[in-house]
C-alpha cells in the first residue's frame, strides 16, 4: 500500500552549521522549521572554543530566531565546544555543569572548513581533556578523517577508524563517541559492531547519491562536501544502517551554508546546504528503500536517546507531492544554492 502521508513525531538535526551574522540570519528559519533541537558546530572564525564563547554564540542564535519571527521556545540550538591542543579541563566541567555545551567537536587540524585550531595530537595531548569528559558525560563528536596528504581523499575515513578510532576507544571506552557523518561501509560495520557508547549521524546527501554526481555532466560542487560522497556500495551501506533496528545511527544533516559565489569557484568551500529541504531528503532515500516506516526512529528517537534528552513530543506531517526546489536563496547580500536545486522531491514538508 502507498502511504501518503507520514506523521512522525518532530525530529532534530544533531549536526548543523548555522554560522553567524547575516548568514546565521538567512538560514536560522529553515533548521527551526524542521527541527525541534540542532547539535550547533562550532567551527566559527574563531572557532567556539570555551564556555563564555558558546553562550555569547548561543545568544547570537537566539537574537537571530526573534529576527526572523521565530516563536520563543519553538526550536532550542544546543552548543558545542571546539577540541584544541589547549582545551582545558575545568572547561569541560564547566560545560557539563552549566549545560552551556552538550559536546565537544573535534576538528581534526586540517581536516575541513575551519579546522586549523583542531587538535594535532588527540591522544597525547588532549588526554587529560578526554578523560574528563569521559568521567563527566560530556559526548565526543569526531570529524572522522585522517588529514595525511599521502592519503587517497575517498580512504581518509576507513583510515581514521584504524589510526584513530581504535586506540581512541581503546583508551577511554566508557567515553559516548559519535562519528559525525559517515561516509563508509567501513565506518558502518564498525559504529555498528563496536563495544560501548558509540553513534553515528547520517546526512542526506550521503544517502542519496554516490560520487558519480559530482561529476554528472561535468563538474558539480554544490554536491562537494566533506568527507566526500563515496562509491555506490558505502550509499548502500549508509541507508541499510539508517533504515536498520539499531539504535546507533541517526539524523544529522550537516547543513553547509557557504554563499553561491564560494561554492562554484576555482577553490569552491566544501559544503551542501539541505536545511532548507532536511525532511523531504530523508523522507526521499527511506521511501527508495521501502522503509518510510523507519524514519521516525532515525530522525526523532534514538538521537535523544543517546544524548540523554528527552523526546519530543510536537507531531510533524510529511506529504506525498511534487515539491521543486528553489535554485536559489537569499543570503545575506548573497544567494545560496540548496542541494539538489531544481529538482523535484516526491514529499513535502506541511
Ligand atoms: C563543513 C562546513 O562547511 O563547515 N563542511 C562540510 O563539507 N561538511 C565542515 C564539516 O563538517 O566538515
Ligand atoms: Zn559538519
Redesign the pocket.
Given at each position: 500500500m502507498t502511504v501518503n502521508t507520514l506523521s512522525i513525531i518532530k525530529a532534530d538535526d544533531w549536526?548543523l552549521?548555522l554560522?553567524d551574522g547575516e548568514a546565521l540570519e538567512a538560514v536560522i528559519g529553515h533548521t527551526a522549521k524542521q527541527f525541534a533541537r540542532a547539535v550547533v558546530?562550532p567551527?566559527l572564525k574563531p572557532p567556539v572554543t570555551t564556555v563564555a564563547l558558546a553562550q555569547a554564540y548561543q545568544s547570537r542564535i537566539e537574537q537571530a530566531m526573534i529576527k526572523a519571527g521565530i516563536p520563543a521556545g519553538s526550536f532550542t540550538p544546543l552548543m558545542t565546544l571546539y577540541l584544541t591542543d589547549n582545551t582545558s579541563p575545568d572547561e569541560i566541567v564547566r560545560a557539563k555543569e552549566t549545560g552551556a555545551a552538550v559536546a565537544v567537536k573535534l576538528?581534526p587540524a586540517g581536516?575541513?572548513?575551519?579546522?586549523d585550531a583542531g587538535a594535532t595530537d588527540l591522544l597525547g595531548r588532549c588526554s587529560t581533556v578526554l578523560e574528563t569528559m569521559q568521567r563527566v558525560g560530556l559526548p565526543l563528536l569526531v570529524?572522522g578523517?585522517v588529514t595525511d596528504p599521502s592519503v587517497d581523499v575517498f580512504d581518509r575515513e576507513a583510515l581514521f577508524i584504524d589510526r584513530v578510532m581504535i586506540p581512541l576507544r581503546k583508551a577511554f571506552p566508557a567515553l559516548r563517541v559519535v562519528f559525525?557523518?559517515l561516509t563508509t561501509k567501513d565506518g558502518v560495520d564498525y559504529v555498528r559492531d563496536a563495544e560501548g557508547p558509540v553513534a553515528a549521524t547520517l546526512?542526506p546527501q550521503h544517502m542519496l547519491y554516490n560520487r558519480n554526481v559530482i561529476f554528472q555532466g561535468g563538474v558539480r560542487p554544490h554536491y562537494?562536501?566533506?568527507?566526500i560522497l563515496k562509491r555506490e556500495v558505502h550509499r548502500q551501506a549508509l541507508l541499510d544502517a539508517a533504515t536498520s533496528d539499531s539504535p546507533r545511527f541517526f539524523l544529522g544533516t550537516?547543513s553547509?551554508?557557504?554563499s553561491k559565489g564560494l561554492k562554484e569557484n576555482a577553490c569552491g568551500?566544501?559544503?551542501?546546504y539541505t536545511a532548507l529541504h532536511a525532511m523531504e531528503l530523508y523522507a526521499t532515500a527511506f521511501d527508495q528503500a521501502g522503509k518510510l516506516d523507519r524514519l521516525e526512529a532515525f530522525a526523532s528517537l534514538r538521537g535523544p536517546d543517546f544524548y540523554g534528552l528527552p523526546r519530543n513530543t510536537e507531531t510533524i506531517t510529511l506529504q506525498r507531492g511534487s515539491f521543486v526546489i528553489p535554485n536559489e536563496l537569499a543570503f545575506g547580500k548573497e544567494t545560496i544554492v540548496p542541494l539538489a536545486a531544481g529538482e523535484t522531491l516526491g514529499w513535502k514538508f506541511c
Amino acid at each position: 500500500m502507498t502511504v501518503n502521508t507520514l506523521s512522525i513525531i518532530k525530529a532534530d538535526d544533531w549536526h548543523l552549521h548555522l554560522r553567524d551574522g547575516e548568514a546565521l540570519e538567512a538560514v536560522i528559519g529553515h533548521t527551526a522549521k524542521q527541527f525541534a533541537r540542532a547539535v550547533v558546530m562550532p567551527n566559527l572564525k574563531p572557532p567556539v572554543t570555551t564556555v563564555a564563547l558558546a553562550q555569547a554564540y548561543q545568544s547570537r542564535i537566539e537574537q537571530a530566531m526573534i529576527k526572523a519571527g521565530i516563536p520563543a521556545g519553538s526550536f532550542t540550538p544546543l552548543m558545542t565546544l571546539y577540541l584544541t591542543d589547549n582545551t582545558s579541563p575545568d572547561e569541560i566541567v564547566r560545560a557539563k555543569e552549566t549545560g552551556a555545551a552538550v559536546a565537544v567537536k573535534l576538528y581534526p587540524a586540517g581536516a575541513t572548513t575551519n579546522s586549523d585550531a583542531g587538535a594535532t595530537d588527540l591522544l597525547g595531548r588532549c588526554s587529560t581533556v578526554l578523560e574528563t569528559m569521559q568521567r563527566v558525560g560530556l559526548p565526543l563528536l569526531v570529524h572522522g578523517e585522517v588529514t595525511d596528504p599521502s592519503v587517497d581523499v575517498f580512504d581518509r575515513e576507513a583510515l581514521f577508524i584504524d589510526r584513530v578510532m581504535i586506540p581512541l576507544r581503546k583508551a577511554f571506552p566508557a567515553l559516548r563517541v559519535v562519528f559525525e557523518h559517515l561516509t563508509t561501509k567501513d565506518g558502518v560495520d564498525y559504529v555498528r559492531d563496536a563495544e560501548g557508547p558509540v553513534a553515528a549521524t547520517l546526512t542526506p546527501q550521503h544517502m542519496l547519491y554516490n560520487r558519480n554526481v559530482i561529476f554528472q555532466g561535468g563538474v558539480r560542487p554544490h554536491y562537494y562536501c566533506l568527507p566526500i560522497l563515496k562509491r555506490e556500495v558505502h550509499r548502500q551501506a549508509l541507508l541499510d544502517a539508517a533504515t536498520s533496528d539499531s539504535p546507533r545511527f541517526f539524523l544529522g544533516t550537516d547543513s553547509a551554508p557557504h554563499s553561491k559565489g564560494l561554492k562554484e569557484n576555482a577553490c569552491g568551500c566544501a559544503g551542501c546546504y539541505t536545511a532548507l529541504h532536511a525532511m523531504e531528503l530523508y523522507a526521499t532515500a527511506f521511501d527508495q528503500a521501502g522503509k518510510l516506516d523507519r524514519l521516525e526512529a532515525f530522525a526523532s528517537l534514538r538521537g535523544p536517546d543517546f544524548y540523554g534528552l528527552p523526546r519530543n513530543t510536537e507531531t510533524i506531517t510529511l506529504q506525498r507531492g511534487s515539491f521543486v526546489i528553489p535554485n536559489e536563496l537569499a543570503f545575506g547580500k548573497e544567494t545560496i544554492v540548496p542541494l539538489a536545486a531544481g529538482e523535484t522531491l516526491g514529499w513535502k514538508f506541511c
